[in-house]
């Protein structure tokens, strides 16, 4: 993606990116609180999911994703999945963006999440559940380190998660299974933990099954209203971004995979129709 290419210039819409389902959680809160944008979503269905996959695979895939969404029209990106945040964020910043047009932005998701923590957690003991590749990456320990140095972090991989929401099993009792075993992985790990990260954009979908194996006096934080909050704010102190992002009130949604499933599945979770086309990314 380095190399240089010949991108639009005129305004287009706001691109949204995941590995597959879950970014469709950051964008029902982002769409919910600003729905004058125009957004193009990219769900990798077809190679998600990404949290087991290496560093290097994961921003390859995110680069092609970012670059198609560029090629398409976007000035702006939000990478609305932690793992592509924690492997590929910075090389695209730092080595992809200044090839290509410094004047576009990618962001990611976990900065505006951990910033939400300092007022939630009251024991200063917070768990965080996310992909492999996330955990591994030691992404929101040390940026949680950065903003609250008194917060004490322990993570817990749940490898099934993803994997159960993109087959559509997420709901039921096999899928209770590997649920109770990672809540309570975690809670055994730290017994002080009064505030628990979702920490991996398809576990939203879950809540209500996470809900059950976690004491009620636990918080479960959802990354959703902390990134879009954060973006609005992000984009009233970048008026000239913000002027380069089109007000239509429109989505397109894109998918590596069946564009019959992804509208089927879309749809009942946004709960209205989506319209949806199959791409390749390369
Ligand atoms: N939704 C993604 C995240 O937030 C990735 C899940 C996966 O593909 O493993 O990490």
């Not at 099954?209 to 934080?221: G, K």
Request: aromatic content about 8%; proline content about 6%; charged content about 20%.
């Amino acid at each position: 993606m380095s190399e240089i290419i010949n991108l639009p210039q005129t305004p287009g819409p706001i691109g949204i990116f995941d590995s597959g389902y879950g970014g469709l959680t950051i964008y029902s809160e982002i769409h919910r609180l600003m729905p004058q944008y125009d957004y193009m979503y990219i769900g990798d269905n077809a190679r998600a999911p990404y949290g087991t996959r290496s560093f290097d695979v994961v921003y390859e895939f995110t680069r092609q994703a970012v670059n198609f969404l560029f090629r398409s029209g976007c000035h702006l990106v939000i990478l609305a999945c932690n793992t592509a945040s924690a492997k590929a964020l910075r090389n695209i910043q730092q080595l992809d963006l200044p090839g290509m047009d410094p004047s576009r932005r990618v962001l990611g998701i976990i900065r505006p999440t951990v910033e939400s923590v300092g007022d939630v957690t009251k024991t200063r003991h917070v768990g965080v559940l996310a992909t492999e590749g996330t955990i591994r990456s030691m992404s929101y320990p040390l940026e949680i380190k950065k903003l609250f140095p008194d917060i004490h972090v322990t993570g817990k991989a749940c490898p099934m998660w993803a994997s159960l929401v993109e087959a559509d099993e997420h709901l039921t009792p096999g899928a209770d299974y590997f649920v109770k075993r990672d809540v309570e992985a975690l809670l055994a790990k730290d017994p002080m933990i009064d505030t628990i990260i979702l920490g991996c954009t398809h576990y939203p979908m879950l809540l209500e099954r996470v809900r059950q194996f976690v004491p009620e006096n636990i918080q479960l934080l959802t990354q959703g209203e902390a990134v879009a909050t954060s973006l609005q704010d992000y984009l009233s102190r970048h008026t000239s971004l913000e002027q380069r992002c089109t007000k239509g009130g429109t989505t397109i949604f894109y998918t590596t995979e069946s564009d019959e499933r992804f509208r089927e599945q879309a749809s009942r979770f946004l709960r209205q129709p989506v319209y949806t086309n199959k791409i390749t990314l390369i």
